[in-house]
């Protein structure tokens, strides 16, 4: 089930950097696996798209087995390496646990640099979100099934100008074995037209 009544905001982390904050929660993995991966595909401009040759401006995050992180830029020809934009992210991830369950699996913290960044800037973008088990070989996403190359599957983060108590200052992203669930304040939405997309295989 996706929560589609909660808002977004940037976080002010000094007088002139913005960032949008993430964690991710993977309640079904506990083990540690070169195979293993996270992976954030960004549709910056929201264009859509039924492949990376729309009008968004399109961006993967790829981080294998627990270590590796690697930045792609979507096009036509399909995902180009762009090392520029790894400075635009901070990124941490552990086996814990949580308020959402007390039994340890893997978690991901990640930031990236909205206000100042070289690459991923925009204040409303669509969204895939994806963990891989080698494991088990599972793949869960959200939204679920949606494909990395086709913008059009993913979800949409909408913005609002709105005030939050202080306590909530991190997004979350709970993959539920083939669900996503959005709490705290992220606006998580589902494109109104999606189209079924069945591989649970490795991508990468």
């Known amino acids: ?24 929660e993977f309640f079904s993995d506990n083990t540690t696996d070169a195979g293993d991966y996270w992976e954030m595909c960004f549709d910056f401009n929201n264009g859509g798209g039924a ?10 995050v790829y981080i294998e087995g627990h270590n590796n992180l690697t930045v792609y830029q979507g096009s036509t020809s399909g995902w180009t390496e762009l090392p520029s934009a790894k400075s635009d992210i901070i990124w941490a991830n552990s086996i814990s646990a949580s308020p959402n369950l007390s039994e340890p699996r893997w978690i991901l913290e990640m930031n990236t640099l909205k206000s100042a960044g070289t690459n991923m800037i925009d204040a409303i973008f669509g969204l895939r979100v994806a963990a891989y088990d080698a494991n088990t070989s599972t793949l869960v996403s959200w939204p679920p099934n949606a494909n990395r190359d086709v913008p ?24 539920l074995s083939s669900v996503a669930v959005a709490v705290s304040f992220y606006c ?11 591989s649970r295989k490795r991508e990468k």
């Open 51 to 60: 492949n990376l040759g729309g009008s968004g401006r399109y961006y993967r």
């Open 1 to 24: 089930m996706i929560n589609q009544n909660r808002t977004f905001r940037s976080v002010w982390e000094s007088p002139s950097d913005v960032y949008t904050n993430f964690i991710v």
């Open 152 to 175: 059009d599957q993913w979800g949409t983060q909408t913005y609002e100008n709105t005030a939050f108590p202080e306590t909530l200052t991190i997004t979350a992203v709970v993959l």
């Open 188 to 198: 998580l939405r589902k494109r109104p037209k999606t189209e079924s997309y069945s």
